[in-house]
Structures are given as C-alpha cells and as structure tokens.
C-alpha cells in the first residue's frame, strides 16, 4: 500500500521533550514552532496543560503567536486535566487511558474503569472542544478483545481520532502493520494516529510502516 499525504503531528514540544536533558525555555519552544509552521506542520502537540501555570502560559503565548498550525494538549485521563488544557484556549486535546493490564496494573486501574472513565471524559470534553482524540497508551502490550472494546467505545462516545501508542517501543515494522491492519477494521469513520516510540531505534520505520498499513496521521518529534 502506497503512503499518500499523511497528517503529521509534531510533539516536539511535549513528548519530545521528556527526553533525558531536554528542557526549552519559552523561547526555544516559539522558535521551534515557528520553523515547523514554515515547514508546513498541520498541527503541533504543544505541552501538558496539568504541568502548571507556567506550563499553561507557555502554550498560551505559543496560540497567540498567530501560527497557522492547530494545537493540540496531552492530558491523563482526568477531569483535572482537561479543565487544564481548556485554560490554555488549545484547538484540540488528546486524552490518554492506559489500555494494557501492565500499565492498568501500574495505576491501579482495570478495564472496567477504563471504558467508564473514556465515556465520561470524552463526552465532558466535547462540551469544551470540537475535536476530542483519545490515546490507546501502550496499545502494542494491549489484550486484543479489550483493545477492541476500547475502541468500539471510543467511537461511541465522540472521539474523533484514535492514537495508537507503542510506549515502550517494542514493535518492529512488521508487527506494527499486523497491529494497525487489524485496528483499521474496527474504527469505522474514526481516524487512526500512530504514535511510535525510539527506545529500540525503530520509530521512524514504524510510522512508514502504520502509514502504509491504514493509519492516516502520525506523530513524531524533530530527530526522532
């Protein structure tokens, strides 16, 4: 399957900067922004609004900027987090539900949980925001059937793009399309983002590899 015209979304300013020693002043982060708006990035994941106020004021300044790419915010799956993000006047927010039993497991959570939460969550956020995604966290550890439940609820209650996360990098090019060919049958009208991560140096092969499998945006962050 051909690639044609993927949906970028640049976390460099959120993800990207969880890397060991990278912190960028306000600056830094304009600066940033503003070269990947003249590269033409359709939309820039710009921070974690539950940071703080400093966070908070950071993304706001980068929205008054006047850049032409929309903005998204990370946020746990709580109602905290999203009140935060609507402080910050972002276009979109992303909402994360750990989907694995381990992840679950690390946060006490379970699948029932999951599911009643992402309803409540997803359906309180469209009261704030046009564009609701929801992030299937560790998806490539995830239980099939209850992946598959997450997404049949995700759908259901409004979200309109699904991301598709690979926490701790373990898939490889091939599994990614396993995993994204069987995602894709389940979404219906709703948009699947791959999220790759570089713990094994596979990231960059796993995005093409989504891409060409049914996955129509991506996120990814400058260097990888």
Same mark, same amino acid.
């Given at each position: 399957m051909k690639i044609r015209n993927p949906y970028l979304i640049?976390?460099?300013?959120?993800?990207?900067?969880?890397?060991?020693?990278?912190?960028?002043?306000?600056?830094?982060?304009?600066?940033?922004?503003?070269?990947?708006? /003249? @590269? %033409?990035?359709?939309?820039?994941? &710009?921070?974690? #609004?539950?940071?703080?106020?400093?966070?908070? *004021?950071? =993304?706001? !300044?980068?929205?008054?900027?006047?850049?032409?790419?929309?903005?998204?915010?990370?946020?746990?799956?709580?109602?905290?987090?999203?009140?935060?993000?609507? /402080? @910050? %006047?972002?276009?979109?927010?992303? &909402?994360?539900? #750990?989907?694995?039993?381990?992840?679950?497991? *690390?946060? =006490?959570? !379970?699948?029932?949980?999951?599911?009643?939460?992402?309803?409540?969550?997803?359906?309180?956020?469209?009261?704030?925001?046009?564009?609701?995604?929801?992030?299937?966290?560790?998806?490539s550890r995830a239980n099939k059937g209850f992946l598959a439940e997450f997404i049949c609820q995700s759908m259901e209650s409004g979200a309109v793009r699904l991301r598709i996360a690979d926490t701790v990098g373990i898939l490889n090019p091939f599994s990614t399309a396993k995993l994204i060919r069987r995602v894709t049958k389940l979404v219906g009208k709703m948009e699947i983002e791959f999220h790759g991560h570089n713990d094994l140096g596979m990231a960059n092969a796993n995005t093409l590899a989504a891409l060409a499998s049914g996955a129509k945006s991506a996120s990814l962050t400058v260097n990888g």
């Open positions: 640049d976390t460099t300013l959120r993800d990207g900067e969880q890397a060991p020693g990278v912190s960028f002043t306000l600056k830094e982060k304009l600066g940033i922004a503003e070269l990947l708006d /003249k @590269t %033409g990035i359709p939309e820039l994941e &710009i921070g974690t #609004p539950a940071m703080g106020s400093v966070e908070i *004021a950071d =993304m706001r !300044d980068i929205i008054n900027a006047g850049f032409n790419f929309k903005t998204l915010a990370w946020c746990r799956a709580t109602k905290k987090d999203i009140d935060a993000a609507i /402080k @910050t %006047g972002v276009d979109r927010i992303n &909402i994360s539900f #750990p989907t694995s039993d381990i992840h679950q497991l *690390a946060m =006490m959570k !379970d699948h029932q949980w999951v599911l009643k939460t992402l309803d409540e969550l997803v359906k309180y956020a469209l009261g704030y925001f046009d564009f609701v995604a929801v992030g299937a966290q560790d998806a």
